[in-house]
């Protein structure tokens, strides 16, 4: 059947490339076609404004109802092509509150269509459309049906977590509506969903709660609920509980007009019979059911012959296992051929009529452009004028800016160059005044200390030969030797407070803060450990802190000694460096 669609497609594209040749004859048939075209769509629009509401609404549901009638006889193409064309004029014309709830019911109805040529995209943007009309129209009831219509896709699609949502939403509007009827088909929904989640369970307490909202009269309800929960039992394994719903539900169906329903439950009857080992109960309703399957459609009897195969099997029955294997390829394929046949009718009627309402749907939006087109026009050439000149404008500001900025840039970097020339000579000039005024204070204290270590070195010869002299007096007993012992006691100590003073301010100036520093960091150090670090910073040597202090050399030693233990000094590393850390 396919290759026929392929053919169709074929010759509509041989035909456009004729038309396109370019003759005077299909040139004209072009322009009469437009013409026609255009009277059309000035009808389409004009005369529903001239005529009356009241007949533009009859003759509405007029077509929708001849719509719903071929529905309901499966003509699906000719009912969306009916559709399709009230639902433009009800999108252009209809305003009030009737034109809405009459759309609704037509989108409604097409996403019925649709979904059943198996366009499921299709029909869920239609369905879910008439619930945005149904919900601005604060009808419930549809509403909540427009929520089963769409658990349909979602269950056949086996999107269960929003089939459950939204049965659950009409459920809640069901129950504030008291629709008992509604109440009981999502109860049942809800069972089948959580059945096929393998939630058995849930599935049975779902299942109950919709045989309590189903009337004593409704029979065919009632047993239907029980098949259902027989169908629960026989997945749990409990087959015995299962015959019980489904002998129930038999008794229920007596007397009630045959179909597909009640052969479903022979079904199942025979199928729990077959697994609890009743053999001849089993066969009984097997051979029933092949008396009733010639008043089926062909779809139920495939889907009965693939259960009867599954029957037989278990009652070990190979051969009529074999025999129900034919009927149903047989009756199979009868199905889908007739079914593909169907199909591609439907699909191609439903090809031309969409591709109509697309040419419709064109030729109103070619009329909208070329009516603000002249306007547009003119004002997009104002607001383009405007925008260059505003621009260019703009574009010379920039330049004079840029070109003023590189001006002052350069000055600024002129002056910052001439500034840092100055300070930079300012600061070689300073330096050098700094280190002659150093060299100047370095060259005065080694002067100091030379001329100190030499009055010192006097002050301790001196010192020897008066005691020398007073050695050789101390043979003669008879003398006085008071006078001679203080004089050489001022001697000894003449350069302790007022040499050490003045060398103290001196070392002061050359090197500020470095005592006091010491002090801060080493507290323990005392005023003589102060001026042997003193002595050590400007470089004195052992002999010559000996010659200055007059004290001898290992006496000057053990006072080194004793100051590195002080001051921490790591071994390996000298007192002088130390120290010169520490000055920084």
Known sequence: MIPLFHEKLNSI????SFRRAGKCRNIVVRYCKG???????????FIPSVLPAEPVQSEGHRTYLKALSLTEHGQNAKALFLLNRLSDSLSMTGKGHSDIKLLMDVNRLRAENYQSLGDLDKALRLYRSAMKMAKSLSDDRSYARLCNDIFGIYYSSRR???????????????????????????????GLVFYDRKKYREALCYMDSAFRYTSSGDRLGQSLIYTNRAEVFCKQGNYARAEAELSKASRLQTGLKFNPDILQTMLNTAYVKALLGKESDARRTVKLIHARLPETPLTVQTRSYRQLTDISFILGDSIEALHNILK?????????RDNSDEQLRQLLVAYDSERLKNMNSSLEASVDIYRTIASRRTLMVCIVAVFLVILAVLIVLLLLRIRADRRKNRLINLQRDRLLLYEQREHERRQREMNHQLDSKNRQLTTYTIDLASISEFHRKLCDELTEVRDGMAKNKNLDHTKLNEIIHALHHYNDKPVSEDFRVYFDEVHPDFLNRLSQLYPNLSKIDLRLCAYLHIGMSTKEISALTCREVRSVESSRHRLRKKLGVPPGVSIHEFLADIAG
Do not use: H, M, Q
């Open 35 to 45: 013409l026609s075209f255009s009277v059309v769509f000035i009808l389409f629009f």
């Open 328 to 336: 149903y390829e047989e009756t199979g394929d009868s199905v889908w």
């Open 13 to 16: 594209c041989c035909y456009d």
């Open 160 to 190: 269960f977590s929003d089939a459950v949502d939204l049965l659950r939403r009409a459920l809640k509007i069901n129950i504030s509506l008291n629709d008992s009827a509604s109440i009981r088909n999502n109860y049942n929904n809800l």
